[in-house]
């Protein structure tokens, strides 16, 4: 079975919008969580990450959420602009150096101008 | 900023034939991973290297596959004897030596099997 999922395979926003990704985990033992952007032809690229003993963590534009209750992650980016516009990943792991990241299915956000 | 390099960036090979993938991981990372990524879906995992052996592995990673980090620079993916299913981007990635890490991917490699 899938360990970590997205709700929605695609989001179109207008430029400018706030954009909320959403992904779904189930595996409790789960500690680290990350979101990675994959643009067209490239390798998946950091965004932010998150550990399980926080609730929040912003960077530049973007902020994760993590609700454990419900294992449920979000990334919420401000002001989506069009370079934004690419596939947006989950993964989580077990906090251990080396450990396999386990990525869910992926949103593709489009932004129009 | 340094950053994972592989090569190529795109491998045809016919069915049966071996195969293998290149990868310059960041100088200073200490593990390496192979994940692969069929098209338009998710990336999985195949394997994680560290310290010359084998870290974890998925149940994709078969005995058709294996690794190696012939030098001080490169690590290696090899497909043995490739089936047309193998056909994927194959990203290699690698992290610090450290608890809490972030794994830098590279750019892939488009392996096309006929």
């Known amino acids: 079975g899938e360990s970590v999922g997205l709700h929605l395979p695609t989001l179109s926003v207008q430029e400018g919008d706030n954009s909320i990704i959403n992904c779904a985990y189930s595996n409790s033992a789960s500690d680290y969580f990350i979101w990675y952007k994959q643009e067209s032809g490239k390798g998946p690229q950091f965004i932010i990450d998150?550990?399980?003993?926080?609730d929040k963590r912003q960077g530049q534009r973007v902020t994760v959420l993590l609700n454990k209750t419900v294992k449920h992650l979000s990334l919420q980016i401000a002001a989506t602009q069009p370079g934004d516009s690419a596939v947006y990943f989950c993964a989580e792991a077990i906090n251990q150096a080396g450990t396999a990241l386990i990525f869910g299915k992926g949103t593709t956000l489009s932004v129009s101008s | 900023e340094p950053e994972v390099t592989q090569t190529p960036s795109h491998q045809v090979t016919q069915m049966g034939q071996e195969v293998i993938l290149r990868c310059v991981p960041i100088s200073n990372h200490l593990y390496f991973y192979w994940y692969r990524q069929i098209l338009g879906q998710k990336v999985e995992f195949l394997v994680s290297f560290y310290n010359n052996e084998i870290s974890e592995k998925s149940e994709i990673f078969d005995d058709q596959f294996s690794v190696e980090r012939p030098d001080g620079s490169n690590f290696t993916l090899k497909i043995r004897s490739t089936k047309l299913e193998d056909s994927a981007m194959y990203f290699c990635?690698?992290?610090?030596?450290?608890?809490?890490?972030?794994?830098?991917f590279g750019p892939g490699t488009r392996l096309t099997v006929t």
């Open positions: 990635a690698s992290s610090e030596q450290r608890a809490l890490y972030e794994q830098y």
């Open positions: 998150i550990r399980s003993n926080m």
